[in-house]
């Protein structure tokens, strides 16, 4: 398998397959808000369109990076989102990079979003699928951040290699910046086990598939192969 690890900004095409990684805390937030039962999560471009969308549908949950907010349910903490209860109901997430980064490659023919909490059952969709060219879009400090370039490695690997330990992968992300800046409190809207849930491995049986509904970007678990 042909693999690429871009940056939002170096992404000057469209690719056939893309993994939208980010691990502190998008996707790991997304999986969590399917794992307490959500329907689907909408990928919202901006914060203003976060709040129509709510107002044009008040019984949907919307979620932002930092503290809470006026219109806002929830901020993108998987600490705090773990404790709400969300049975069938639809999400909308606006963050500062995972959101931008699955918009970003919208037109791809197969989109999917990544954390750790999600790597095998990712890289078990990829090894189904096949196919022989993946771009790993890593969301975070212009693709140099090393907790989503990490994931992104490990998930590579496990696609073609079934024996690849994650503890290295995972030690990076630990000690990266965005674990650093959560651990200090330099980010806002943060639940102390935040960096924790983060770095769980494979805590969710499903892959995380997004894909155009009503000119909306809307994300869905996947459980199966195909």
């Known amino acids: 398998m042909k693999t690429r690890f871009l940056g939002i900004p170096e992404l000057t095409e469209t690719p056939p397959v893309a993994v939208v990684v980010d691990v502190m805390r998008a996707y790991t937030v997304a999986a969590w ?3 307490q039962g959500a329907e689907k999560i909408v990928l ?3 914060l203003d369109e976060a709040l129509a969308l709510k107002t044009r549908h008040p019984d949907w949950v919307a979620l932002k990076d930092g503290p809470p907010a ?41 989109v999917l979003c990544a954390g750790f909490v ?7 969709l990829l090894r189904a699928r096949g196919g022989d060219s993946v771009t790993f879009v890593v969301t975070g400090e212009d693709g140099r951040a090393d907790e989503d370039l990490a994931c992104a490695q490990y ?21 990266s ?13 943060v639940h102390p086990d935040d960096i924790a849930l983060c ?21 869905r678990p996947h459980t199966g192969d195909r």
């Open 70 to 110: 006026p219109g806002f349910d929830a901020v993108n903490s998987p600490g705090l989102l773990r404790s709400v209860g969300l049975g069938g109901r639809t999400v909308v997430q606006k963050t500062t990079a995972g959101t931008v980064g699955a918009l970003a490659v919208k037109e791809a023919s197969l």
């Open 33 to 35: 808000a399917f794992a």
């Open 118 to 124: 999600v790597a095998e059952a990712t890289a078990r």
């Open 177 to 189: 910046r965005a674990a650093r800046e959560l651990a200090e409190g330099v980010r806002r809207g």
């Open 44 to 46: 919202a471009e901006s």
């Open 199 to 219: 770095l769980e491995l494979d805590r969710f049986p499903f892959a995380m598939v997004a894909t155009s509904e009503d000119s909306l970007m809307v994300l």
């Open 155 to 175: 998930i590579a690997r496990r696609v073609t290699e079934d024996g690849t330990e994650a503890d290295g992968f995972l030690r990076r992300a630990g000690t």
